[in-house]
């Protein structure tokens, strides 16, 4: 055991695996039956993750998907909506907030979380609530928050059945020694800024590893995704001694023009002397490689906290914000 991890973030890192089958088994009883115009899902910070895991996952369903990060509602949730509201810790007041306005709609709601507020409100209004377990950092229970909306959607018909992919993400994951390969990428980002790119279709891979970043390793880090990047963020690495270090993330499902266009982008980089290092994607499926990517993140981030001498579950400066917002 490594002397800075107090809470035990190794373990639950080399055990995530068993998450996906353990969460997608906690939505096993629920169905909604009536009509669902859309899926919207309330959370912020790594409770939001898995709406935009959904999002990214179901991109070419005919039900569209929004994540909300905010205080307000939009105007296309109506009691149509099926929403999901999850806080891990049950107690972020924006998420409370908003469990409390879509309830006024009439939404169908189901909630997510390890315990607090929000379910003490599901209960005292009885809508359904699903309760994961305690303990965890809420970035490391992404499995937990994700695979029981993935069941229930399952069982509502608004997808096809998700068994043997859930199946394969697990037993891909289970099968996977990321920190051995994380190791070396964490070593050259130690003094740097990461910044990280992928594609569209692995943008929630790109938003996470940005994430696990800032928590876990207490670093600034930033994202974005092409072919957008393309078109603009590449104008300014023309001054060149940037303090950056870009991470591109790839696939062999990307398209062959886009791949083009990736090889142009890490030449261009190249010779501006800038440090990049590819990170290929891997897994038995699309489910698969979406959460291999990002547990291959986790770790990472995990990794470089070790090397910086940073405690991996420690939320410091986000906890003095929230205590302050408390007084």
Sequence with gaps: MVVFDKYGMYETLENLYSQVEKGYELGVDITVHSKIENIVVVGVGASAMPGYILQQYLHDSDVPVFVIEDYSLPGFVTNNSLVFVISYTGNSDETLHLYKEVH????????????????????????????????????????????????????????????????????????????EITGDIAEKIISKTPVIYSSTKYEVVARKWKLNFNETAEIPSFYNTFPGAFHNDIAGFAKKNLDFYFILIKSNDETPVLLKKEKIFKELLKELNLPIVEVGITGDCYLAKIFSAMLMGDWMSYTLAIKKGVEPSSRRIVDEFEKRMNL
């Design 104 to 179: 006024k709609l009439g939404c169908q709601i189901i909630s997510i979380g390890a315990a607090g507020k929000l379910r003490e409100l599901a209960m005292y209004n009885k809508t359904k609530h699903i309760l994961i377990p305690s303990g965890m950092q809420g970035r490391l229970a992404y499995p937990f928050m994700f695979f029981p909306i993935l069941r229930i959607l399952e069982n509502s018909g608004v997808i096809n059945e998700q068994d043997k992919y859930v199946k394969k993400t697990s037993n891909f994951l289970r099968n996977n020694k990321f920190e």
